[in-house]
Nanobody
């Protein structure tokens, strides 16, 4: 079983930045790609970004393209999401997720492991 722990959320003014981190308890063959998802109150969970663990192939939702950057540190078993130029509509609970297939996906149903989430609130 892989345990994943997010950190780095908080309250920030519009235009500000935050960096989210997600550390996996162990890096096994069960983790071949990872992603960030978010869920605002009353809305469905949506994919924000994903990355393949070995090749570093990335993908972004149109709503965050050019503002958010996903990266990973293989040595630290850690996934990051650098969020710049934050907007109030970015306010949500952010989750990291991992799956055992080395294909980037923005579909939450295919992910096997999830963190507990970290809250991001952007004030206007």
């Amino acid at each position: 079983q892989v345990r994943m722990v997010e950190s780095g959320g908080g309250l920030v003014q519009a235009g500000g930045s935050l960096r989210l981190s997600c550390t996996a308890s162990k890096l096994t063959s069960d983790i071949q790609s990872m992603g960030w998802f978010r869920q605002a109150p009353g809305k469905e969970r949506e994919g924000v970004s994903c990355i393949t663990w070995s090749g570093g192939i990335t993908y972004y939702a149109d709503s965050v393209k050019g503002r958010f950057t996903i990266s990973r540190d293989n040595a630290k078993n850690t996934l990051y999401l650098q969020m710049n130029s934050l907007k109030p509509e970015d306010t949500a609970m952010y989750y990291c997720a991992a799956r055992s297939v080395s294909i980037c996906s923005m579909w939450s149903a295919v992910f096997d492991y999830w963190g507990q989430g970290t809250q991001v609130t952007v004030s206007s």
